[in-house]
């Protein structure tokens, strides 16, 4: 009798050993009990989706699965609009530190002109350097 009980045993520990290398067949698959989410692509995903997703429940609460793929479409979706709205701003960033310059450049060749095409712009040392002259004749 204790022979046929190690016989059995290294029988179970044989078939183990075989079903734990692979050897003893597959489990099957068995389709999801709950639909598929009814949500766009990942990078598509809009507010008003998220407002009418209705996950499904299950026997302890949500769908561990449907929750984790919900999960995972939103962040891809904001990952994309944060690449977007900091690729914008860089844009208008750019924009705006170009626009100065290009304002700046008309205004600094009006002030190289010569000044003395227009007489409202003579400088305040040419006016006493005539007014000094006026005082010399008048002197005489």
């Not at 044989?14 to 079903?19: G, I, L, N």
């Not at 984790?68 to 977007?84: K, P, Y």
């Not at 010569?114 to 005539?130: G, K, L, M, S």
């Amino acid at each position: 009798m204790l022979v046929v009980l190690v016989i059995a045993g290294l029988a179970v520990i044989a078939c183990v050993v075989m079903v734990s290398l692979g050897h003893g067949g597959e489990m099957a698959e068995f389709p999801p009990d709950a639909p598929p989410l009814e949500l766009p692509a990942a990078g598509q995903v809009t507010p008003a989706d998220l407002i009418a997703l209705r996950l499904p429940i299950g026997l302890v609460g949500y769908s561990t699965q449907a929750v984790d793929e919900t999960l995972h479409r939103v962040s891809v979706a904001l990952g994309e609009r944060d690449t977007r709205i900091a690729v914008l701003e860089q844009r208008v960033a750019e924009l705006s530190y170009a626009r100065p310059q290009a304002h700046e450049e008309p205004k600094q060749t009006e002030t190289t002109r010569p000044e003395t095409t227009r007489p409202e712009t003579r400088q305040p040392e040419d006016i006493d350097v005539r007014a000094e002259r006026v005082d010399a004749e008048e002197a005489w």
